[in-house]
């Protein structure tokens, strides 16, 4: 499996990104999705988590914010991020994976897509 991610870039604080990740390979289709981020000097945390059934969660700093799809036909998945603040600057992640009582467990990784929020 490999992953793609892309959309990222310089952004205003207020300001809106869409991030894509682009699969190969049928197990995108069976699998959960998930995106992470990693700040400078943090470690990568979990922003949104979408099923393969489609159901969502996200983390609390991105509620209300941030959605994420997918679309099984092309492959791909999207991380629709609005109100954009400084604090979302990081690099981010697209992963396929599997949860197990909610707790999602990443198996594939792509490669990051930096997230720059600043005036």
């Known amino acids: 499996v490999q992953l793609q991610a892309s959309g990222g870039g310089l952004v205003q604080p207020g300001g809106s990104l869409r991030l894509l990740c682009s699969a190969s390979g049928s197990i995108f289709l069976i699998r959960d999705m998930a995106w992470y981020r990693q700040a400078p000097g943090k470690q990568r945390e979990l922003v949104a988590v979408i099923t393969s059934g489609r159901t969502t969660n996200y983390a609390d700093s991105v509620k209300g914010r941030f959605t994420i799809s997918r679309d099984n036909a092309k492959r791909t998945g999207n991380l629709q991020m609005n109100g954009l603040e400084p604090e979302d600057t990081a690099v981010y992640y697209c992963?396929?994976?599997?949860?197990?009582?909610?707790?999602?467990?990443?198996?594939?990784w792509g490669q990051g897509t930096l997230v720059t929020v600043s005036s």
């Open positions: 992963s396929l994976g599997t949860s197990y009582s909610g707790i999602y467990s990443p198996s594939y």
